[in-house]
């Protein structure tokens, strides 16, 4: 697998989520580990052009600085003018289509003249303090839309059109007491190319599974236990917050018809899992989604004044390590502040795919872990965190499972807030028996991955299980001729990232099988 084979701007991202979520495990890395990733993240980064729709730069002299991937500024640069004068691509182009579907007057407001990209910065929404639709003079997002636009358009408007990625089709055959996540297995060989990371796919943004009713009800007690650490939202967020919410009832909406559905006033959602019904405009949109949508949403939004993002706004129950309350508020560069060297080497990149990801490419990527049982949330302290530094004598295969972050990153098409999404999903160690391939994949991961990155995953813990139960599997595959030479002649197969990444051979079968549908 070669480099080239994804986006261009493939490369950049992953660190950064994983940065987002992980920072604590890479605090505990020596130097030498860290400066493994940094050196990975170096080239990648090198690879990495534009977005794939140029950004608009208000100074045109600017761009070059912005766009060009050679020059690296000194720390002392990152917060250039250049950040301050350069906005995400447009989409007022969606405005022609909205306006058929909305009455004259609406439609005049949004046919109106297009604004010049001096005005937009010069009349930026304010990303730090509530706006009021009633009474404030017009301000426009970072996508170029009015208030007075945004007013128009309404409750949930059509957020295919104004993003460009397409709502999901109707989910057939879908049953929610056996649904089960696809099983992802994000294993790759070699490692040193293991940041999987691709377009996201559109009917897959946001998943219901079997677990759905019983991890809503987690994550509703885990919120009455932790409040704001685990749901918090500053002033300024509440447009990005409540095109998120219309988004993802949007979303479950176009895909479980059966199952859920808003009222033709669109001020009711129906949800027929819950059979429960939620007044939309009772709570704060985080709190529908916290009581609809168990997955975890975080929006950083661009602040006006300095052209960087900051996280404002979250719904988060399954940070490891941290949690809302310790980075809310905080500038990109300053939720990674404790790492070491991330400043010099990689803050200005990061800024930068920020500053221009097109709200019609979304991506994803998964990140895996071993762990013993399923914790979801662990903050700095818990408990849990104390079998990570052993290897329990008495741990039983029972209790070992795969982790997997499944994450999507995504810009929202009117506030322009980019939303990480992502959701923990565990798998025993036994699933992997009959999964051709997987046993010995990962094993070569475990035994020959570099050493610094497999202490950064923190296998270690729990090798003493995985190694002889993994072994056991692969000799088994073997034998069954489930595992196959990869070329004629040869005895066995040479490991390598699968065709099937994330998944393996016969994924969707058993995957079929195993929730009946
Ligand atoms: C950083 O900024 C200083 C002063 O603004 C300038 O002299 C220097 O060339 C810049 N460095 C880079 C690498 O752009
Ligand atoms: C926006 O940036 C300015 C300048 O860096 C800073 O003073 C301000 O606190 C930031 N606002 C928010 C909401 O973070
Ligand atoms: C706008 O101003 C009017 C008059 O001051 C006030 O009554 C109204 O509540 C304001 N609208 C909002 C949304 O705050
Ligand atoms: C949340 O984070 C803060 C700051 O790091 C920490 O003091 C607190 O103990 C954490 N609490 C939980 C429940 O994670």
Redesign the pocket.
Known sequence: MDFSSFMPTAWLPPLAIGLLLSSFTILALSKRQRDTLLSRFQIHRRRASGASTPPRSFSPGKKSSIRGDT?E??P??VSTPDFVNTLPPSRRSALAELAKATSPSNQKILLGTEPSVESLLKNALPSSRSYDLENDTTKYTPTGFSTEEIKAMGDFPAYDILSGVPLPQPYQNFDPEKALPRPYRPFRWAYHQTMSLTKMEPDWWLEVENTYASRIKERKELFKEHGKKVLDYLPGSELACKELMEMCLQFYCARYPTYFSLSADKKTFYNGLLKSETDIKSMHPLHVLLNNIPEDFAIVLRNETDGMYYFRAGVICSSLGWNVSTKIGMQLKDIHKPIPDYKEKMSFSMDRFFSKMPTNSPIQRGSWGLEIGMPLFMPAGHPHEQLRKIQKQDLTVDECHLRVDWQTLRRLPLSAGIVFNFKALFTPLREFRDEPYIPSLLLKIIKEGKKSLMQYKNTWHVEHVFIPELEKYEKEQVAKGLVKPTNAGEETWTVATLEESPYFPGWEEKWHRQQGF
């Open positions: 020059k500024p000194s002392s640069n």
